[in-house]
């Protein structure tokens, strides 16, 4: 039976969202909330305490019996502590309350939170402050109870970001006030203000969850350490955009309508390049709702994928040998009368605000790429970054046939005079009607690439959540864009002031751009002569953080200070290490307690073939070879592991965090590789049936 979802009916049904606060509100207060949200400053104590109580009954008619401050700290994912609404009363009952400071602050202990440094366990004060400007849900917990969720920012008791949102919110608030100066010189007297918004692209792979929950690996460290590569692979391109199968349909429909009701607009969902993999897109929102949203996908994701008994994994690597996982980052920046600045129009060449804009993104990208690669950096995102299946550890910009063009056009002559169009396509069979092509073709390998009205960053990974890249982007745009409205501001032409810079900035920033093959061997050699950073792991790439050009950036647009930036470099030097410190234990575990014990039985049962047929005079020799094949990486496996076990050891023991991640990387990481070689090489050789977990074929096919 096929469940018919009234879309519309749900959609939004568990968010207290405009329609709900507009119904609930008195109008006042309404409008109060309305003008802090769209313009932003302090919230008045009585609005909050109106707001709050509204919340709390609507919460409650939708079973709620708690609220959570819900925020994102430094761990990248979301954190709750619940509270209920209850309230003693003098006889002995209780009443159900809600207050605005309830609302406005939370003082969660939160001590255990990384802070890289910022707060000692012993001066554990943190507050989380609502966000209004990302709405309230509730939230069905897997046991059946609701909570109502208010989207909060976390900081210390000294004001310190904590968490992921805090910078974020900055950021968007610096873009505005650069993009609002550089629409003003061009005359536009109306937009108040500039807001980037966000689409997403997650990218997910779903297990079946009996075969998943029989390899530690994919337990512990969300991907699978050892595996040999089943027959088959992604090499036939029959899984991408394939038709679905109907276990995976049937939880995309859950899934969809889970989002649907938490206002989440779930679009586009589609079988992705490997096996097993798939992805689901939302329209795009602002960029901190956005940002709470995808949060709120990979959390939907893998709880709807337990009712399916299927496990979602979201780890950018859980497969070796075929594609990992990523997340677009489809950004652009529009102002409140709903002009989108990207927008380069029907004919860019005569389009000087977008051409000063782009120039602008130009040199964001090309003086800050250190940031942004930074930006993408996790342990999982080090397997794909320039592995030829992800846009590769190089920043380039990706423009296209069309705005390409009009750049060389104004480089080259000063000027730029016409634009291309892209033309009519004919298919050649006369019931299909021919229609306008796009100016420009796409290119699946940039990181960076111009998409029509807005840029799509390619490289941040799937489990990543997308406020750090969105905060590097907004602040090294809202930077240059500085910089150009200084100069406007500073002439009587402003028009011709933005030309003149427009074309300075391009000259200048060439080199940035890239339309060719970003998988391609001479890339990576151009590349390097041209001086672009090639920056391949994330121990390398948190080092900008705190180079002098970072933190005055940050300082200067009030995103993040000093100490915030080191902060988040610790925290990220500390992540790194643990993450490769639990794989390699993982590793550890299951080659002593899993691996060895099954070749030593499997060889015990081979040698005493072999005996036996050698007693009755046969030919042994298969047997024997084999025996000497599985002995020999059997010697190899050990030692590898001895020598991870000493690695791992030491690793762990050092204190420095910058020195352990250093010696995580060089050491330990390297010698799994040693350790996996003979393990992978062994499944080949021994019985499937004492093999001690499931094979990448049982993985990625039963589904
Ligand atoms: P693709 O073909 O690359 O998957 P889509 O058209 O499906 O591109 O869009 C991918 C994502 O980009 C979607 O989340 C979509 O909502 C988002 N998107 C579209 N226009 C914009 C825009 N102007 N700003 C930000 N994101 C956008
Ligand atoms: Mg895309």
């Known amino acids: 039976m096929v469940k018919k ?18 119904e609930r509100l008195p109008k006042k207060i309404y409008k109060e909330l309305k003008q802090t949200i769209s313009v932003g400053g302090e919230l008045d104590s009585h609005v909050a305490e109106v707001v709050a109580n509204a919340m709390k009954d609507w919460a409650i008619e939708k079973g709620a019996t708690h609220y959570t401050h819900w925020f994102q700290p430094l761990t990248g994912i979301t954190a709750e502590k619940h509270d209920a609404f209850i309230s003693p009363t003098d006889d002995g009952g209780v009443i ?33 402050a609502w966000d209004c400007t990302s709405p309230a849900f509730v939230h069905e917990t897997p046991s059946g109870s609701t909570v109502l969720c208010i989207p909060t920012i976390f900081c210390s008791y000294t004001g310190e970001a904590l968490d992921k949102k805090t910078p974020l919110l900055r950021s968007m608030e610096a873009l505005s006030v650069q993009a609002l100066r550089i629409v003003r010189a061009f005359g536009d007297t109306e937009a108040q203000k500039v807001t980037t918004s966000v689409g997403p692209e997650q990218e997910y792979f779903l297990v079946d969850r009996d075969t998943y929950n029989q390899r530690e690996d994919l337990i512990f460290a969300g991907r699978t350490l050892f595996g040999a590569p089943a027959p088959k692979g992604q090499e036939l391109d029959d899984h991408y955009f394939g038709s679905i199968k109907e276990r995976v349909s049937s939880y995309m429909n859950d899934l969809n309508e889970e989002l649907w009701k938490l206002g989440v607009t779930a679009k586009t969902q589609h079988n992705e390049v490997a096996p097993a993999q798939h992805e689901l897109a939302p329209i795009y929102n602002t960029t901190n709702i956005a940002t709470d949203h995808n949060q709120l996908i990979m959390e939907t994701m893998k709880k709807v994928a337990l009712r399916h008994n299927l496990v979602c994994l979201l780890h950018e690597k859980p497969f070796a040998g075929i594609n990992g996982s990523g997340k677009h980052n489809n950004w652009s920046m529009s102002t409140d009368t709903g002009v989108n600045l990207l927008d380069p129009g029907v004919t860019p060449h005569q389009n000087k605000q977008f051409l000063l804009i782009l120039s602008a993104i130009l040199k964001a990208v090309d003086e800050y790429a250190p940031l942004l690669r930074e930006s993408a950096a996790n342990p999982g ?57 796009d100016a420009t073709d796409r290119n699946r390998t940039s990181p960076f690439a111009f998409t029509g009205n807005k840029f799509e960053f390619r490289m941040v990974g799937s489990t990543a959540s997308i406020a750090d890249p969105n905060t590097v982007l907004n602040t090294i745009v809202a930077e240059t864009l500085r910089q150009a409205a200084d100069v406007l501001e500073a002439s009587d032409d402003p028009i011709m002031a933005a030309h003149d810079l427009t074309k300075k900035w391009i000259g200048e920033h060439i080199r940035i751009i890239f339309n060719g093959n ?102 042994a020799s298969v047997q024997e070879a084999s025996l000497a094949d599985i002995s020999k990486n059997l010697v190899a496996m050990n030692a590898a592991l001895e020598k991870l076990e000493a690695a791992t050891d030491k690793a762990a023991s050092i204190e420095e965090p910058k020195a352990q991640a250093i010696a995580y990387r060089d050491e330990v990481f390297t010698t799994m590789s040693e350790l996996r070689e003979p393990a992978d090489a062994l499944e080949m050789l021994v019985d499937k049936s004492v093999w001690p977990f499931p094979t990448y074929g049982d993985l990625l096919f039963n589904v």
């Open 96 to 128: 159900l309350e809600f207050s605005g400071k309830e609302l406005i602050k939370g003082e969660p202990d939160g001590s255990s939170f990384p802070s890289g440094g910022l707060r000692a366990t012993f001066e554990a004060r943190g507050y989380t």
């Open 518 to 619: 970003g998988y391609s061997e001479e890339w990576v050699e151009e590349a390097e002569r041209r001086g672009l950073p090639n920056i391949k792991n994330m121990v390398d790439a948190l080092g900008c953080l705190t180079e002098e050009y970072a933190v005055e950036l940050f300082e200067r647009h009030k995103v993040m200070t000093r100490v915030e930036l080191t902060s988040r470099q610790e925290v990220g030097y500390e992540t790194y290490a643990k993450a490769i410190n639990i794989e390699a234990r993982t590793m550890i575990d299951m080659t002593k307690k899993e691996i060895i014990p099954a070749v030593i039985k499997y060889t015990t049962t081979v040698a005493q073939s072999v005996a036996a047929v050698k007693a009755v005079g046969a030919d």
């Open 5 to 22: 979802i009234d879309v519309a009916e749900i959609f939004g049904s568990d968010v207290f969202d405009d329609a709900t606060m507009k």
């Open 381 to 437: 995102n080090d397997h794909r970054l320039g592995a030829n299946e992800a846009p590769p550890a190089i920043i380039s910009i990706f423009l296209g046939e069309q705005l390409e063009d009009v750049l060389n056009q104004l480089c080259e002559k000063g000027e730029a005079t016409s634009s291309k169009v892209g033309g009519k396509l004919d298919v050649g069979v006369s019931t299909v009607p021919s229609f306008m092509k």
